[in-house]
């Protein structure tokens, strides 16, 4: 492991695969699981084209690399907490395609059965401990799952993943405060695509990297990794989760990203320069790492098959969440408390 | 029996429940080392050491978001919001995601924690220390709110709060940390969703809530002795789940209702009640439910003024002996 | 012209209107019978007291409201009436000669049921009228309805089981309800001192014999000892004047005239205390028919506010009934009260010349209930002995005309 976690951004040089660190099986691992958020998430855009998607959506269009490249490095015991813009880091725990579909659609079939919508994708099962849609409120609630492990002696690792704007709200300085004092295992990862919600981060924080910059304040190393490459992305997280689990204590991680899309469906994100997003398009870390496991010199058959088992896969859970009812009508006064009721009074 | 003080009775109810289940652990600002700022804490960081017992730094949004994190995640923790007027400053919390939780996942996550605060005024520390806000946390679904009265129901709520795999919000009362009261020996369990009939009478029925009960008794038997109007003193303790039954049941009784309570005058927890009586016992009502409380304005720092404000018992017996006839 | 709610009685503060004999529109011609009035005196007929249209009737049957409330509005011919707006006023009430009348400071209707007055009102088939209401401003309570039912259903309500088993409960109507009110009152108002005289009846027992007969024919009733005793009374009080008084704070009211109530009972259902007026003027006839004249109008229900106004003393007959003694309640604001109690043939000591004769003589005891703030019991006693003297020495057989 390397030793070293402070990088900048850098364009990754071809590496040897053999003599790698991350190696072919997990590599094949990162590109499947960017894969398949790749084509939920185009899923998820067609079907708002289709208006069967209602309210409002966030997608990660963009983003699959940091979802990818936590997700395989974190253990199935990990706990994992994200925000609105959260499908991918649900898919990448390996929740159910047709949950998540399904969830989006309001259907019976949903992670949630419709009670939660895109906004609130959870699946306990696989460490998916809630996706928040107030800015900041999971960090401290990260913090506490982080706390609890260390507590029980369970050597499990709270991640925690943000947005750029985040790093502004007070609950996220109270949460980095906390689990530094308490040298929690908790990795916080800020997602910085740049963009608050429709204005440039910049121009509202006081510093340049709005993640990284902050760590000092915190006793903590910043650390920078170019969010659009999974490997990059995975040496990160392996050595963040690894800190943690060995009771050193959190990590602020800034990966340096870009959504495709505006900043939820009523968005099409006409306030960023053209040029930018033409730039961070050839970027796009999907067909990049297809192009680079190729150059490590694995068979376009290997990976077509597996784009192949994921395309099948995402049909067949769109086809099973677009066939299933809508949430059934008796869930609507279920599970306020643990005994399955809401009643107030008696 | 023993006789203890409310603030003792807090850290008993506390260390009773750590004592038995060591899943429950403790944090809060000041609650460790200095036993708590208002003493009720006194004495658990020596019996359950600082891993159970922990000091905070002044984040209440960290505090509770912690205690979230860690109930879901299988421990059962008692965070304490030292003033309930500071459950303003980490309300996100207590509102959009622990009430929430559970509904928004259909059960995947929980919540098994307790929010212990010190609620109310009387103690001349101004309109941002002083504050009954059990209203608040009455009007958000998914929280049970408890409010004792007395050293006994401390203790016991306090373990039933704990035990309960909802989330509680405890409202303890700075005015009623001094006050003795009976305690049971030995483990004392409580149940939540309970009113308590402390004093039964034919004309009228008095509902309460934490430091306006003593009040509401003391003002009953100065109805007695000075008017012969017999008085039922109703002790709500619980607002979620609220005990409608004995509630409506002994207002049927007397057919007059009249609540006691510290919440400025909207939206007070009376006027949800009041809101019932009118529709399931209207036609039970000898006379109109009346609600007796702080009027509807911040709490005044200077003596007189906020004896003024809160409703005492001279107030409660001149409303009384006006209304109900 | 305004009708107002009429004083019947000085200590009455209000009636309760029982029956409208007009309604509204109809003409009315003064003295015509207009309406009835209940009050724990008597229940008494009004007069219109000018002709007119009646353009207003402001209470209904069955509500009671305090003396001087507006009960109505007759429009005489040529007279402009203007549609009252607001609530009407109450008159003041009419004054007393003692100012003892029970103060109020509402002369409005009672406040409106509660849902549950109505609800129990409703399945019990009752009206508000039927039901005394206790609370403030005689609110109807629940407690009062409760009470109503209990006593129609001979079933206790709720909490009320008798401890006694089986029993009729009998709610109080209005009189028994105020003549409860006043007896408990007097009692508590005056300490009540007894004591009594037995009278030898024999030389208005001969009046009687001889005169009876005649008299019967002559005036339509039977001469009975009563009017004797009343002239005794009148002719006593003459010589203690301080028996026929009232007390006002801390004086001695002592009246000029003798005002004398003469206790009636109605057949069971009530006590009522007509008064004749300066009874001290009377002789016996005149007494006897005036206390005819009274009874037949008691028994009538036609007697006027007048009639119990201003009473100064009261007798109470119950002799009629053949008891030994009874210990009367003062009828406030007096301060004394006679009973005159059977009558019967006693073996008697007389004395004659030639010693001590025991003879049969119709004997019976006169008691005097006295209130002591007025007076003491050697002057009682000696009004008593007076009254015994009177009936016992006089020459009855001049009374008579």
Redesign the interface.
């Known amino acids: 492991m390397s030793g070293d976690l402070a990088a900048d951004v850098a364009s990754t040089a071809t590496n040897d695969l053999a003599n790698d660190d991350i190696g072919e099986e997990t590599r094949l691992a990162l590109f499947r699981s960017q894969f398949e958020i790749r084509q939920v998430e185009q899923k998820a855009y067609d079907l708002f084209l289709r208006n069967l998607i209602k309210g409002t959506s966030h997608l990660a269009l963009g983003q699959e690399a940091v979802g990818a490249g936590f997700g395989v490095a974190m253990r199935a015991d990990d706990y994992s907490f994200c925000t609105y813009r959260g499908h991918h880091h649900t898919l990448a725990r390996g929740a159910s395609m047709t949950g998540v579909l399904g969830e989006l659609m309001g259907r019976d079939c949903g992670l949630l059965r419709g009670k939660g919508g895109s906004m609130h994708l959870t699946s306990a099962e696989h460490g998916v401990m809630g996706s928040y849609a107030i800015i900041g409120a999971h960090l401290p609630i990260a913090a506490g799952a982080a706390w609890s492990a260390q507590y029980r002696g369970t050597d499990q690792v709270s991640v925690c993943f943000f947005g750029d704007g985040t790093t502004n709200i007070g609950a996220f300085h109270e949460a980095l405060n906390l689990a530094s004092v308490w040298k929690l295992p908790v990795v916080f990862v800020c997602e910085n695509n740049l963009y608050m919600e429709y204005t440039p981060i910049g121009d509202v924080t006081a510093v340049e990297h709005p993640a990284a910059d902050r760590a000092g304040g915190y006793g903590l190393d910043p650390i920078i990794v170019d969010g659009n490459d999974p490997d990059a992305v995975y040496r990160t997280a392996q050595a963040a989760i690894a800190r943690a689990r060995a009771g050193d204590g959190p990590s602020l991680i800034e990966c340096k990203t870009y959504r495709h899309s505006g900043h939820s469906r009523a968005d099409p994100g006409a306030y960023r320069p053209k040029e930018e997003v033409e730039a961070w398009l050839k970027r796009d870390p999907v067909p990049m790492y297809r192009r680079r496991l190729s150059d490590f010199g694995i068979a376009d058959a290997v990976l077509s098959t597996i784009q192949d088992e994921v395309n099948k896969a995402v049909e067949a859970a769109l086809q099973t969440a677009m066939t299933s009812p809508p949430s059934a009508t008796d869930l609507l006064e279920i599970n306020v408390w643990a005994d399955g009721g809401a009643s107030w009074r008696n | 029996m023993a006789e203890l003080t409310y603030r003792e009775a807090v850290a008993a109810g506390i260390a009773q429940e750590m004592a038995r289940d060591d899943r429950v652990v403790f944090l809060g600002e000041d609650v460790a080392a200095a036993g708590g700022v208002f003493k009720a804490t006194v004495g658990l960081l020596d019996q359950f050491g600082p891993l159970r017992v922990r000091d905070t730094p002044i984040s209440e949004q960290a505090i509770l978001g912690a205690a979230m994190g860690a109930a879901m995640t299988g421990l059962r923790p008692i965070a304490e919001i030292m003033f309930s007027d500071f459950l303003a400053v980490c309300w996100d919390m207590v509102a959009n995601q622990i009430a929430k939780s559970r509904y928004m996942t259909n059960g995947q996550l929980e919540c098994p924690l307790v929010i212990r605060t010190a609620n109310g005024g009387g103690s001349r520390f101004g309109a941002q220390h002083s504050q009954s806000v059990e209203n608040w946390a009455m009007a958000v679904p998914g929280i049970k709110v408890v409010a004792p009265s007395n050293a006994a129901d401390v203790k016991g709520l306090l373990a039933a709060a704990v035990r309960d795999p909802d989330p509680v919000l405890f409202f303890e009362h700075k005015l009623l940390y001094p006050t003795k009261g009976e305690v049971p020996d030995g483990e004392h369990v409580d149940e939540l969703g309970t009113a308590r009939v402390l004093r039964r009478g034919d004309d009228v029925t008095i509902l309460a809530l934490a430091a306006m009960v003593p009040r509401a008794l003391s003002a009953a038997e100065r109805l007695k002795d000075e008017d012969g109007v017999s008085a039922t003193v109703v002790d709500v303790r619980s607002l979620v789940p609220l005990d409608t039954q004995t509630i409506l049941a002994e207002v049927s009784r007397t057919g007059r209702a009249v609540t006691v309570e510290e919440n400025p005058r909207l939206c007070g927890w009376g006027a949800e009640i009041a809101s019932l009586i009118a529709d399931e016992l209207f036609y039970d009502l000898d006379g109109p439910v009346v609600r007796i409380t702080t009027p509807h304005i911040p709490l005044p720092s200077a003596d007189h003024l906020e004896d003024l404000a809160m409703p005492s018992i001279d107030r409660i017996v001149a409303t009384i002996r006006a209304r109900v006839d | 012209m305004d009708i107002v709610m009429p004083q019947l009685g000085e200590t009455v503060a209000e009636g309760t209107l029982t029956v409208w004999h007009k309604k509204l529109g109809d003409w009315v011609e003064a003295n015509e019978l207009l309406f009835e009035v209940s009050t724990d005196k008597v229940d008494t007929e009004i007069p219109a007291p000018a002709s007119g249209t009646l353009v207003e009737v402001l209470v209904d049957e069955g509500v009671t409201v305090d003396v001087g409330t507006r009960l109505a509005v007759i429009q005489a011919d040529g007279e402009e009436w203007i549609a009252p707006s607001g609530r009407t006023e109450a008159a003041p009430p009419l004054s007393a000669p003692a100012s003892r009348a029970v103060a109020r400071d509402q002369s409005a209707p009672p406040p409106p049921l509660?849902?549950?007055?109505?609800?129990l009102l409703a399945e019990h088939g009752l009206a508000a009228a039927d039901i005394a209401g206790t609370?403030?401003g005689r609110?109807i309570?629940?407690k009062d309805v409760h009470a109503h039912i209990a006593g129609l259903t001979n079933t206790p309500v709720e909490?009320g089981v008798s401890p006694f088993g089986d029993c009729s409960v009998i709610p109080f109507n209005m009189v028994r309800k105020r003549t409860a009110d006043h007896m408990v009152r007097s009692k508590a108002t005056s300490p009540h001192v007894l004591q009594a005289v037995e009278v030898d009846f024999h030389r208005i027992a001969e009046i009687r014999r001889s005169h009876g007969t005649v008299w019967k024919g002559r005036e339509g009733f039977a001469l009975t000892y009563l009017p004797f005793i009343a002239f005794a009374v009148c002719r006593a009080l003459g010589y203690f004047p301080h028996v026929n008084a009232s007390i006002e704070g801390e004086s001695l009211i002592v009246w000029k005239s003798v005002h004398l109530g003469i206790a009636v009972d109605l057949d069971f259902t009530g006590l009522v205390a007509p008064v004749i007026r300066s009874a001290q003027e009377k002789s016996v006839a005149g007494l006897a028919r005036d206390i005819a004249d009274l009874a037949a109008r008691a028994r009538a229900k036609n007697l006027s506010p007048d009639d119990f106004a201003g009473g100064t003393y009261t007798i109470s007959n119950s002799g009629v009934f053949g008891t030994l003694i009874t210990a009367p309640i003062i009828n406030q604001p007096q301060v004394a009260i006679l009973s005159t109690d059977g009558i019967r043939k006693r073996p008697v000591v007389v004395e004659a010349d030639d010693g001590e004769t025991i003879i049969a003589r119709p004997v019976g005891v006169i008691a005097q209930s006295f209130d002591h703030r007025a007076i003491d019991g050697a002057y009682s006693a000696a009004f008593l002995n007076r009254i015994r003297e009177i009936i016992e020495e006089s020459d009855w057989d001049q009374s008579l005309d």
């Open positions: 509660s849902p549950v007055v109505g609800r609370g403030a609110r309570k629940r909490h």
